[in-house]
């Protein structure tokens, strides 16, 4: 039986797809997915770090490679069953281990992302793109201590767990906060 997961109403499937195709941009319209995952990830980390509060609004999770933004991973492998037309505006589905963008777009075409956004984006690119994959899940490992080998599983990373490695005053606060935010932000999207 295929793993099918339930993607609650705050996750905003629209603009983790842009924040994909960011980074597909960047890599002239076609983007390994391991690569994606960890750059997604590591935007998110960053975003956290810098301004208390993720770009995507994703759950994380430790895999074998490092840590994922699971519900943007459930899209890039087709898996998710919700909201679809909003990645594939933007994602054209998986080819083998390749993500590529749908449709010609520029950067201006990414009306989700805010200039604060774009500017955390352009980072994380300007420092990993040069990177192999596989070396850039292999620096995960080492400079994300919220990751945990999950030994050929998944491990959820609590929120706290996260702040609390970025060095967070209140990491136990902050990821409450983060909470109720995504509880208002399901009411709003709620049918």
Known sequence: ??????????????????????????????????????????????????RDFPITNDQYVSMA?????????????GVAPIRQEEWFEFI???????????????VEDLDELSRGDLRILEAVWEEFKDIDRFDLADWTHRFCPEWVDP??????????????ALQKQDPIGLAEDLQDERRLLAGFRAP
Do not use: C
């Open 1 to 50: 039986m295929a793993y099918v997961p339930t993607i609650p109403d705050w996750f905003l499937t629209r603009k983790a797809a842009q924040v994909t195709a960011f980074f597909a941009l960047k890599s002239e319209g076609v983007i390994n997915i391991l690569k994606a995952t960890k750059l997604v990830y590591l935007s998110d980390r960053r975003s956290l770090d810098l």
């Open 65 to 77: 490679f490092g840590p994922v933004n699971s519900y943007t991973y459930s899209y890039m492998t």
């Open 92 to 106: 054209a589905a998986r080819h083998g281990n390749d993500l590529r963008l749908a449709q010609e777009i520029d």
């Open 151 to 164: 030994r050929r599983s998944s491990i959820p990373i609590e929120m706290a767990s996260l702040l609390n």
